[in-house]
C-alpha cells in the first residue's frame, strides 16, 4: 500500500485530487489519501444543498460548501477532522461493504486507546453510541474509492448550526442526511495522544495502518504528486469542486416558502427551484405598491438561486416601487435566507 499526504487545506483541492488519482494514476497497490481541510461542508451527491445548510451562517463563517462524487449524506469538516480515502482497483473488492475496508482504521483507533470503536449500521464509525465517522464509495470504470471523516477535535457547536435547516416550509425530494448523536474521538485516546495536533493525529494513523514506528521507516510508501498533477487538479477545482452550477444546480427540484412581517406588510413568497434555477415565483401579502409585483416575478423567473444572479436581474428597478418600505437588500435576504 501507497499512502499520500495532501497539504491543501481547501476541500474543493482535496476532493478534487482524490478524483484525479481515481482517473488518471495506477497503482500495483492500493493507495491511502489523508487530508486535513478548513472549514467546509461536503454534500453527497444525490443530495439537495438547499436542504441540508444553513447557508446564510456558511456565508457569514466563510464556511466552504462543496460537493462530492459518492453518495451519503452532508458531512462538516474543519481543522479537527481527518479525511481519509482508499482508492485501488474495482476487481475483487466488494462495493458496499464498508466494515471491510473500514476495519484498518477502527483496529489502528483501537491500538490508540479508542476501545469501543465500532461500525455500526450501514456506513458510520460510532464511539459509546456516538457517530464520529462518516463514509462513502464511488467507483468509475474499473477503479474506486471508499473514503470518511475521522472527527478528532471537530468544533460541534459549529457542526450543528451550519447543517441545521428548517424543513418547516421546504419541500425536497432530495436525499437527505440523518442527523446523529455526534463525538470527538480525542477524549477516547490514550492520554499521550489527547494533546497532539490534527496533523500529529494523522501521522499516527499512518504510522498504525504501516505497522512503522516512524514515517522516514515508509519514505518508500509515500507517493508525491508531480507539478503536472497540481496543474490538472486545478483544472477539476474549476470545472467541478469550485462550480456553483455543480454544488448547487444539481439539486432536484424542490419547493421553499419564504415568509416574513415588516411594518409595512406581510411578504409570502412561494417558489420552485429546479437544477438550482427559479422554475417559478409567485409573491403574495398585504404590502402596498406603486408597480404591479408581477415584474418582480417576471424577472426572476429562470434566474439562478444565487445572490450575484437575483442581484443582477434587479439591479434596475426600485424594490420599494413593488414593495413599499422593504428595500432591495431586505427583499433578497428574505428569498435566499
Not at 476487481?91 to 455500526?120: C, E, S, V, W, Y
Not at 406581510?266 to 417559478?280: F, P, V
Not at 439591479?315 to 437588500?329: D, H, L, P, Q, V
Request: net charge neutral; glycine share 6%.
Amino acid at each position: 500500500m501507497y499512502y499520500i499526504h495532501l497539504d491543501s487545506k481547501d476541500i474543493r483541492e482535496n476532493l478534487a485530487a482524490e478524483q484525479y488519482i481515481l482517473n488518471r494514476l495506477s497503482f500495483d497497490e492500493p493507495l491511502v489519501l489523508f487530508y486535513i481541510q478548513s472549514p467546509c461542508v461536503i454534500i453527497g451527491r444525490n443530495q439537495n444543498a438547499f436542504a441540508e445548510i444553513n447557508r446564510t451562517y456558511a456565508r457569514e463563517k466563510n464556511i466552504t460548501v462543496t460537493r462530492r462524487q459518492s453518495g451519503g449524506g452532508a458531512v462538516y469538516d474543519d481543522l479537527g477532522n481527518v479525511s481519509f480515502s482508499f482508492i485501488m482497483n474495482a476487481a475483487g473488492n466488494n462495493f458496499g461493504d464498508f466494515k471491510h475496508f473500514t476495519q484498518p482504521i477502527i483496529d489502528a483507533l483501537h491500538r490508540m486507546g479508542a476501545a469501543t470503536a465500532a461500525m455500526n449500521g450501514r456506513n458510520d464509525l460510532f464511539i459509546d453510541d456516538k457517530k464520529f465517522s462518516g463514509n462513502a464509495m464511488y467507483k468509475k470504470g474499473t477503479k474506486m474509492y471508499m473514503h470518511g471523516t475521522l472527527m478528532f477535535d471537530v468544533n460541534l457547536q459549529e457542526m450543528e448550526t451550519v447543517l441545521q435547516v428548517s424543513e418547516k416550509k421546504l419541500e425536497s425530494k432530495g436525499t437527505k442526511s440523518v442527523r446523529s448523536h455526534v463525538t470527538n474521538i480525542k477524549p477516547y485516546l490514550n492520554k499521550k495522544y489527547q494533546k497532539i495536533t490534527t496533523e500529529a493525529f494523522r501521522d499516527q494513523l499512518t504510522l498504525q495502518l504501516f505497522s512503522a514506528a516512524e514515517l522516514g521507516d515508509i519514505q518508500d510508501r509515500k507517493y508525491e504528486l508531480t507539478a503536472f498533477d497540481y496543474q490538472e487538479i486545478n483544472k477539476l477545482v474549476e470545472k467541478v469542486y469550485g462550480n456553483d452550477q455543480w454544488i448547487y444546480g444539481e439539486a432536484p427540484e424542490f419547493s421553499l416558502q419564504k415568509e416574513k412581517k415588516f411594518p409595512s406588510g406581510l411578504l409570502d413568497i412561494r417558489l420552485s427551484i429546479d437544477k438550482g434555477k427559479i422554475k417559478s415565483i409567485r409573491i403574495y401579502g398585504d404590502y402596498f405598491s406603486q408597480k404591479d409585483s408581477r415584474d418582480v416575478e417576471a424577472l426572476l423567473t429562470g434566474a439562478d438561486y444565487d445572490d450575484k444572479s437575483i442581484e443582477r436581474v434587479l439591479a434596475n428597478i426600485s424594490m420599494e416601487e413593488y414593495f413599499s418600505g422593504i428595500s432591495k437588500e431586505t427583499f433578497i435576504r428574505l428569498l435566499l435566507d
